[in-house]
């Protein structure tokens, strides 16, 4: 019913910029958070940053002043604006939103994209 579908990872070197891209497609009504999630090697996936429909947003403090997460409503589309990136920023980003279907507006969906790799060489 829906899809999320990350894209914009790759190779960097420390103290560049990346922009991923997430886009939600399928019977969507709203969606109500869109997030992206970090996972490194080895580690569990951590929130990295969210931004609600009406903009409001939170950063984990590893990525304040450095990521700043927007969203297109019209394209059902998130970005993170990845700059100063660092060696530990490296990893698999996810995509995760809270849409709201056409037809069940009163039961929000969870759903995860499938990953975009980013990896910050030294």
């Known amino acids: 019913q829906v899809q999320l579908v990350e894209s914009g990872g790759g190779l960097v070197q420390a103290g560049g910029s990346l922009r991923l891209s997430c886009v939600a497609s399928?019977?969507?009504?709203?969606?109500?958070?869109m997030a992206w999630y970090h996972q490194g090697p080895g580690n569990q996936r951590v929130l990295v940053a969210s931004?609600?429909?009406?903009?409001?947003?939170n950063y984990a403090d590893s990525v304040k002043g450095r990521f700043t997460i927007s969203r297109d409503n019209t394209k059902n589309t998130a970005y993170l604006q990845m700059n100063s990136l660092k060696p530990e920023d490296t990893g698999v980003y996810y995509c995760?939103?809270?849409?709201?279907?056409?037809?069940?507006?009163?039961?929000?969906?969870?759903?995860w994209g499938q990953g975009t790799l980013v990896t910050v060489s030294s």
């Open positions: 399928g019977s969507i009504s709203s969606i109500d958070v």
């Open positions: 931004c609600t429909g009406a903009d409001a947003t």
């Open positions: 995760n939103a809270l849409i709201r279907l056409i037809g069940r507006p009163l039961s929000p969906l969870g759903q």
